[in-house]
């Protein structure tokens, strides 16, 4: 209980190491009540958006933290084949050059709002058109109004299913389309995420899920012993 109140409280919640300290604990014991809590958090998979509904996604950085494949490698090449990327530390001590803008280290995280108070914040698995189209077409109802960026993904759900679509683009004079479609509310949900997970030093990327989900229920305004009641 009293790793969930500082995970869901109105403050900031404590690194797993000072929460420790405080509760004159040990580190991992913290560390496995929060990975509990993550378990227990259902995010808002079910949540309804009905009007004016915007959605953009935003994008993680991968993060191996905690898998011990190099040091495996490194130990024994022959049963341990090199990992599929150069460790983020290569990219400084060997002089390799870091990839420009988006690449298949960046993983993307869908972000969805109306103007009511439904959100959902989603990591999805990669940035096919289809991938987003799956994950956008159970959320839109046939009378709402679509407004996003002009990736195909939101071209095509709006086409097959009739919705209405505003394509509002990132430079002055493009942000808001006929004064009241634009994406704000998923630019000020951006804001809040990475204000989010900068406190947290870049999540694991195997934990990523169970921080999302975190954030959906700090959104949501959803209370430790409404999160306990429902587990």
Not at 41 to 48: I, L, P, R, V
Request: hydrophobic share 40%; proline share 6%.
């Amino acid at each position: 209980m009293v790793a969930l109140k500082d995970m869901l409280g109105t403050s900031a919640p404590q690194s797993v190491r000072k929460l420790a300290e405080n509760l004159e604990l040990n580190k991992h014991t913290v560390w496995r009540w929060r990975i509990l809590v993550f378990s227990i958090t259902g995010g808002s998979g079910s949540t309804s958006f009905s009007g004016i509904v915007e959605a953009d996604e935003t994008y993680q950085r991968e993060s191996r933290k905690g898998p011990r494949e190099w040091v495996r490698h490194f130990a024994n090449p022959q049963s341990f084949p090199p990992p599929p990327r150069p460790r983020w530390e290569d990219f400084t001590t060997q002089g390799l050059k870091m990839m420009r803008g988006l690449s298949k280290w960046q993983l993307p995280i869908l972000t969805v709002a109306d103007r009511r108070v439904a959100r959902l914040v989603r990591r999805l698995p990669n940035r096919k058109s289809v991938t987003l189209e799956r994950a956008m077409t159970p959320l839109m109802p046939a009378d709402a109004v679509l407004c996003s960026d002009g990736a195909n993904g939101y071209a095509n759900v709006a086409a097959t299913g009739g919705i209405e679509h505003f394509v509002v683009g990132s430079k002055p004079g493009k942000r808001v389309v006929a004064s009241c479609y634009h994406i704000q509310n998923v630019n000020s949900l951006h804001a809040r995420y990475d204000m989010f997970i900068r406190r947290l030093c870049g999540p694991a990327t195997k934990n990523l899920n169970g921080y999302i989900r975190w954030l959906e229920v700090q959104v949501a305004g959803i209370r430790p012993a409404e999160v306990i009641g429902a587990s």
